[in-house]
C-alpha cells in the first residue's frame, strides 16, 4: 500500500477517486494492517463534505466493520 501524505494535491486525488475505490482503498489498508494509511484517509474522507468527495461515518465503519469490532458504535 502506499503511503498518503496529506498534502492538498493528495487530497484531491484521493477525495477525486469514485466512492467505490475510496471505500476499497480504505478496506484494503485496514486488512494488510496499514493503520496510519487508514487514519489519514478517515481524517480526508471525514473532513471534507460528501458533496466534495467526503464519505459519510457510517460507510467508513461499515466498511471497516467497527459496527461488529467495538458493539458502542450500534
Do not use: H
Amino acid at each position: 500500500m502506499i503511503s498518503i501524505e496529506t498534502n492538498m494535491f493528495e487530497k484531491e486525488v484521493l477525495l477525486g477517486m469514485s466512492k467505490e475505490l475510496k471505500l476499497f482503498l480504505l478496506d484494503d489498508a485496514n486488512k494488510t494492517g496499514e493503520y496510519t494509511i487508514v487514519r489519514q484517509m478517515m481524517k480526508i474522507l471525514l473532513d471534507a463534505p460528501i458533496s466534495e468527495g467526503g464519505i459519510s461515518t457510517e460507510e467508513i465503519q461499515e466498511v471497516l466493520d467497527m459496527k461488529k469490532q467495538y458493539g458502542r458504535f450500534k
